[in-house]
């Protein structure tokens, strides 16, 4: 299956660069490139994308402004932030809006490539340096204790979660209140022993929780 991609970055020759290694990859189709947020915007409703690889820090219209726009328009588009800043509130921020994955710019095409395919799986990929700013394992219990120890309701609301999915919408795809979903969230992140929605997600994603 070809996946379609659209690149984000407001420099020329990483927005070149960019494309001209993705478009190596035969499984990937590059459908648009975009130097700024309302191009970007522009071009996914009109293309339609399945993947949006997007810099965060541009001017005019940031990243955290494309993603949650992208979320209104296109809730099923993955996006995947690719960029040089690695401090942890931006990295929460980007997750808790709904990013399938925080890369830094020195990761190799394959990593990328990986990452692109992984975030259609619901999966989050994290650069190692940020994976390891944002500990990753907030417990160490294994996978089957943890799946033991949720209920099916609290697995669908991680799987949403993962998803990149607001309370708002977990509550509307599950058919019960916000208070419901806030009230599992607790329970979950309890049980799992995370002390955030954000490093719940990344270590649901990365463990297989989710699945």
């Known amino acids: 299956m070809t996946i379609n991609v659209l ?9 070149q660069g960019l494309k001209n290694l993705l478009s190596l990859d035969e499984g990937l189709e590059i459908i648009g490139a975009a130097s ?3 191009e970007a915007l522009q071009l996914a409703q009109e293309r339609q994308p399945q993947v949006v690889l997007l810099d965060l820090l541009m001017p005019q ?13 296109l809730p099923d588009t993955k996006v995947l932030i690719l960029t040089s800043a690695q401090e942890e509130n931006l990295v ?22 990986k990452a692109i395919r992984a975030s259609l799986l619901d999966k989050i990929t994290l650069s190692p340096e940020v994976a390891e700013i ?28 993962v998803q990149g999915k607001a309370n708002k919408q977990i509550a509307h795809t599950l058919g019960v209140s916000e208070g419901t979903v806030k ?22 994603s990365q463990s297989g929780l989710n699945s």
Do not use: C, W
């Open 7 to 15: 690149i984000v970055d407001d420099h020329s020759v990483v927005l």
């Open 92 to 113: 929460a921020r980007a997750l808790d809006l709904g990013a399938s994955g925080y890369l830094l710019k020195n990761m190799e095409a394959d990593q990328i490539q």
């Open 36 to 38: 700024n947020g309302e």
């Open 183 to 204: 009230s599992h969230l607790s329970s979950i992140m309890a049980k799992l022993g995370a002390q955030s929605r954000t490093q719940l997600a990344i270590y649901a």
């Open 134 to 161: 944002m500990h990753t394992r907030p417990v160490a219990r294994d996978n089957s204790y943890a799946r033991e120890a949720l209920t099916n309701r609290e697995k669908e609301i991680l799987s949403q979660l």
């Open 61 to 73: 219209m940031d990243g955290f402004a494309v993603i949650t726009r992208l979320k209104q328009m």
